[in-house]
Nanobody, 115 residues
Framework: QVQLVESGGGSVQGGGSLRLSCAAS????????MGWYRQAPGKQRELVAI???????SYADSVKGRFTISRESAKNTAYLQMNSLKPEDTATYYC?????????WGQGTQVTVSS
Protein backbone atom coordinates (compact mmCIF):
# COMPACT_ATOMS: atom_id res chain seq x y z
CA GLN A 1 0.00 0.00 0.00
CA VAL A 2 1.08 3.55 -0.73
CA GLN A 3 -0.35 6.66 0.89
CA LEU A 4 -0.08 10.06 -0.81
CA VAL A 5 -0.58 13.47 0.78
CA GLU A 6 -0.62 16.59 -1.39
CA SER A 7 -0.01 20.16 -0.34
CA GLY A 8 0.74 23.53 -1.88
CA GLY A 9 -2.44 24.42 -3.72
CA GLY A 10 -4.07 27.81 -3.46
CA SER A 11 -5.19 30.88 -5.35
CA VAL A 12 -2.93 32.97 -7.54
CA GLN A 13 -3.24 35.58 -10.24
CA GLY A 14 -2.47 34.76 -13.83
CA GLY A 15 1.26 34.71 -14.50
CA GLY A 16 2.02 33.62 -10.96
CA SER A 17 3.61 30.46 -9.62
CA LEU A 18 2.77 27.67 -7.22
CA ARG A 19 4.59 24.52 -6.14
CA LEU A 20 2.68 21.38 -5.28
CA SER A 21 4.16 18.65 -3.09
CA CYS A 22 3.20 15.01 -2.80
CA ALA A 23 4.58 13.02 0.12
CA ALA A 24 4.50 9.25 -0.24
CA SER A 25 4.55 6.74 2.58
CA UNK A 26 4.09 3.00 2.91
CA UNK A 27 5.53 0.67 0.28
CA UNK A 28 7.53 3.43 -1.39
CA UNK A 29 10.25 1.14 -2.74
CA UNK A 30 7.66 -0.41 -5.04
CA UNK A 31 6.83 2.90 -6.76
CA UNK A 32 8.00 3.02 -10.38
CA UNK A 33 6.46 6.34 -11.29
CA MET A 34 4.78 9.35 -9.73
CA GLY A 35 2.78 12.03 -11.39
CA TRP A 36 0.12 14.68 -11.36
CA TYR A 37 -3.30 14.75 -12.94
CA ARG A 38 -5.89 17.50 -12.80
CA GLN A 39 -9.64 17.76 -13.12
CA ALA A 40 -11.58 20.92 -13.81
CA PRO A 41 -15.33 21.15 -13.12
CA GLY A 42 -17.30 19.37 -15.80
CA LYS A 43 -14.19 17.93 -17.43
CA GLN A 44 -12.42 14.60 -17.37
CA ARG A 45 -9.30 14.06 -15.32
CA GLU A 46 -6.23 14.67 -17.47
CA LEU A 47 -2.55 13.94 -17.21
CA VAL A 48 -0.33 16.89 -16.33
CA ALA A 49 3.11 15.34 -15.80
CA ILE A 50 4.75 12.08 -14.76
CA UNK A 51 8.24 11.19 -13.62
CA UNK A 52 9.73 7.70 -13.72
CA UNK A 53 11.97 6.20 -11.08
CA UNK A 54 14.97 6.72 -13.39
CA UNK A 55 14.26 10.44 -13.52
CA UNK A 56 12.82 10.87 -17.00
CA UNK A 57 9.66 12.95 -17.22
CA SER A 58 6.77 13.53 -19.58
CA TYR A 59 4.38 16.48 -19.81
CA ALA A 60 1.05 17.37 -21.33
CA ASP A 61 1.46 19.73 -24.27
CA SER A 62 -0.59 22.37 -22.45
CA VAL A 63 1.99 22.70 -19.64
CA LYS A 64 5.29 22.11 -21.44
CA GLY A 65 7.75 24.89 -20.74
CA ARG A 66 5.72 26.15 -17.77
CA PHE A 67 5.53 23.21 -15.35
CA THR A 68 8.37 21.08 -14.01
CA ILE A 69 7.97 17.79 -12.19
CA SER A 70 10.70 16.52 -9.88
CA ARG A 71 11.20 13.86 -7.25
CA GLU A 72 13.28 13.93 -4.10
CA SER A 73 13.94 10.33 -3.17
CA ALA A 74 15.36 11.11 0.27
CA LYS A 75 12.06 12.71 1.26
CA ASN A 76 9.85 10.35 -0.74
CA THR A 77 8.28 13.44 -2.23
CA ALA A 78 7.35 14.55 -5.72
CA TYR A 79 6.93 18.19 -6.68
CA LEU A 80 5.18 20.10 -9.42
CA GLN A 81 6.57 23.59 -9.98
CA MET A 82 3.99 25.59 -11.89
CA ASN A 83 5.04 28.88 -13.47
CA SER A 84 3.26 31.32 -15.78
CA LEU A 85 -0.07 30.03 -14.53
CA LYS A 86 -3.15 30.65 -16.64
CA PRO A 87 -6.85 30.69 -15.69
CA GLU A 88 -7.28 27.46 -17.67
CA ASP A 89 -4.91 25.76 -15.21
CA THR A 90 -7.63 26.07 -12.56
CA ALA A 91 -8.48 22.56 -11.36
CA THR A 92 -8.13 20.07 -8.57
CA TYR A 93 -4.68 18.53 -8.86
CA TYR A 94 -4.20 14.89 -7.87
CA CYS A 95 -0.94 13.15 -7.13
CA UNK A 96 -0.59 9.58 -8.31
CA UNK A 97 1.90 6.80 -7.71
CA UNK A 98 2.09 3.57 -9.62
CA UNK A 99 3.53 0.17 -8.70
CA UNK A 100 3.44 -3.00 -10.77
CA UNK A 101 0.21 -4.06 -9.09
CA UNK A 102 -1.74 -0.87 -8.34
CA UNK A 103 -2.21 2.84 -8.88
CA UNK A 104 -2.68 5.12 -5.89
CA TRP A 105 -4.18 8.61 -5.63
CA GLY A 106 -3.96 11.49 -3.23
CA GLN A 107 -6.97 13.41 -2.00
CA GLY A 108 -6.41 16.34 -4.34
CA THR A 109 -5.45 19.96 -3.86
CA GLN A 110 -7.23 22.92 -5.42
CA VAL A 111 -5.43 25.37 -7.69
CA THR A 112 -7.32 28.51 -8.71
CA VAL A 113 -5.85 31.01 -11.17
CA SER A 114 -7.59 34.34 -11.64
CA SER A 115 -7.31 36.54 -14.70
Amino acid sequence: QVQLVESGGGSVQGGGSLRLSCAASGSILSINLMGWYRQAPGKQRELVAIIFSGGSASYADSVKGRFTISRESAKNTAYLQMNSLKPEDTATYYCTAQTIVATYWGQGTQVTVSS
